[in-house]
């Protein structure tokens, strides 16, 4: 009995060895999965233009698709700046500098194998720009015509050429560029080919839809699955064009949590491998637990944007003056935020090439604030109703309800009763475009939605050009300076770097010394993620590469 008992336990070893090897090249070949917490509501949208700010070009922009010119963000101690994408080099026309002629990289393919070439390019110019065309989306217009307004139209010269025309000579547009990305044409027309009925336009839009949930870009990622609001499974494209960042790990899950806490708690409790903006106040249990943390100051800036329109209080200068020298940015810093952020003294820091030399320091001056507040007629007796409008969350919005707190409560010290608006992150982010004067802005004074400073464009531009006012862009308080005019102008006419640059600092010195916003912070994309996760590299920019990110 013994003996059969022996043998029988030797077979059951002797089974499960043989089980254990044969699971061995499988767990040797295991798929490694990254899983992101993100700061957004919902997943951005997939079908080549993202919606949710620069979050969404981040997470499904960037990652999916390429443009004609992309950001260098191999580096976090370099700037990034704008490197070849799928176009390899670019020129303007010497003799009309509205025309410009890309030369694109050969031997490309879209994820579903059909070749990018110009034709490519002219379809997805005009899949924003070109109404009567049958690819026409109305719904990506507004998140990427408004980010490139000179660009006029394409030409094919030949299938590895293209011509590109402005509106008005504009030095910016290669940088305007790395917004435009390259969703596939073919696979756009198979569903559209699909598509019932006989009306054109309810037949783009059933193909824009289908595309969305199977998408086809040229990018390092592919789509795998996709779930509304809920996650976006991306998986490595093997044979992405640029050897050296194709992804290290099989497959990346999105996954939207709005809420800080929400979200820290996900990573302590191993949900996720990785949260953009952990809650400040979980720093010492992170870092005790062994988890990484990544910060580095960014071209980002938190602000308010104010409005100008008749009968705005903020269009006192002294008003704007008292309310940047109201807040105390140092104590926010080390505070509230736990040292995440850089203290703003504007749009670009000192040392930045499109700083210049205003003459309003921006710092924490509280009696010459309430100096300034008294000379406007305010005071202890007669405080000045401002309201805001703000996102309980959002891309790049760090943390948007306590900061936002932090602001009312300082301003208060100053005679401003600060009223909050709060909503939804991408409803704001829509109202934005829509501007001061629609009712959408529910009577607000200003608006709390961050913005990204890496080029001319994004940085001052859209803000402070008079003919940037909604629809066109992003100048939601109908600012309309003829100084400003004058020194954009300047700036996009000029296409020597260094000329252009001056003008760039003289209009830069020029808005702080109008105390156009209420400068507050930079955020520094703080990042928090397991040990697991290696190879992340932290740029200096709004974006990051998730091709170099391993898992052990």
């Known amino acids: 009995m013994l003996i059969k008992k022996n043998k029988t336990r030797a077979a059951l070893i002797a089974l499960l060895a043989l089980g254990s090897a ?47 010119t992309g950001w260098d963000l191999s580096s976090a ?50 899949k924003v720009l070109k109404q009567d065309a049958p690819q026409f989306d109305a719904s990506q217009v507004g998140v990427t015509a408004s980010r490139m307004p000179t660009l006029a139209s394409a030409k094919k010269i030949d299938d590895m050429t293209v011509e590109l ?31 019932e009925g006989t009306d054109a336009k309810a037949k783009s839009q059933a193909a824009w839809t289908a595309f969305a949930k199977d998408a086809s870009g040229t990018g390092p990622w592919k789509m795998a699955s996709f779930t509304p609001r809920e996650r976006l499974e991306l998986v490595k494209n093997a044979a992405y064009w640029d050897k050296a960042r194709v992804p290290k790990i099989d497959k990346m899950v999105l996954l939207p949590m709005p809420e800080a806490n929400a979200r820290t708690a996900a990573l302590l409790s191993g949900q996720v491998d990785w949260v953009e903006a952990p809650a400040p106040d979980a720093l010492p ?50 505070g509230l935020l736990a040292g995440l952020m850089v203290p703003a003294t504007g749009t670009f820091e000192p040392g930045h090439p499109w700083r210049g030399k205003p003459a309003f320091e921006i710092k924490y001056d509280k009696a010459t604030a309430q100096k300034l507040m008294q000379e406007a007629g305010y005071g202890p007796n007669k405080k000045l109703t401002v309201k805001t409008q703000t996102s309980a969350s959002g891309s790049g919005q760090m943390q948007p309800l306590p900061m936002n707190e932090y602001l ?33 802005a529910n009577g607000s004074h200003a608006t709390n939605v961050t ?8 940085a001052l531009v859209r803000f402070l050009q008079s003919g940037m006012a909604p629809p066109v862009s ?12 004058e020194l954009v102008k300047k700036a996009r006419q000029t296409f020597d770097p260094a000329a252009r640059d001056a003008a760039l600092a003289e209009l830069h010195a020029a808005s702080v010394d109008d105390a156009a916003f209420l400068y507050v912070a930079h955020d520094v994309g703080p990042r928090a993620m397991s040990p697991k996760v290696t ?13 170099p990110v391993s898992m052990n």
């Not at 870092?287 to 104010?306: D, I, M, S």
């Open 22 to 68: 044969a699971a061995w090249p499988r767990v040797v070949a295991a798929e490694t999965v990254l899983r992101i917490g993100m700061t957004a509501a919902d997943i951005p949208r997939t079908l080549g233009q993202p919606d949710q700010g620069f979050e969404g070009n981040r997470f499904t922009g960037l990652t999916m698709y390429d443009a004609l």
């Open 77 to 126: 101690d370099k700037a990034s700046v704008v490197i070849p994408g799928l176009a390899t080099e670019w020129k303007v026309d010497d003799a009309d500098k509205t025309k410009w002629v890309f030369k694109l990289r050969p031997g490309v393919t879209f994820h579903d194998g059909s070749p990018f070439n110009a034709d490519a390019v002219v379809w997805n110019v005009e």
């Open 165 to 195: 025309t402005t509106k008005e000579p504009d030095s910016f547009l290669p940088i305007n560029l790395t917004n435009l990305f390259m969703a596939s044409p073919a696979k756009w027309q198979a569903f559209y080919d699909k598509a």
């Open 285 to 334: 249990e992170l870092k005790q637990r062994g988890f990484k943390l990544y910060a580095n100051e960014q071209p980002h800036v938190w602000p308010w944007q104010f409005s100008r329109v008749e009968g705005s209080p903020w269009n006192d200068i002294r008003v704007r003056k008292a309310a940047n020298l109201c807040v105390d940015r140092e104590g926010l810093k080390d």
């Open 408 to 440: 009312q409560q300082a301003l208060a010290e100053c005679y401003f009763d600060v009223q909050l608006d709060v909503i939804e992150w991408n409803t704001l982010f829509t109202n934005w475009r829509r501007g001061a004067k629609d009712p959408s």
């Open 451 to 458: 913005y990204a400073a890496m080029d001319p464009f994004f």
């Open 474 to 485: 992003n100048n939601w308080g109908f600012i309309n300076n003829p100084k400003f005019d």
């Open 535 to 547: 190879g992340v590299v932290q740029p200096k920019s709004w974006f990051i590469d998730f091709s």
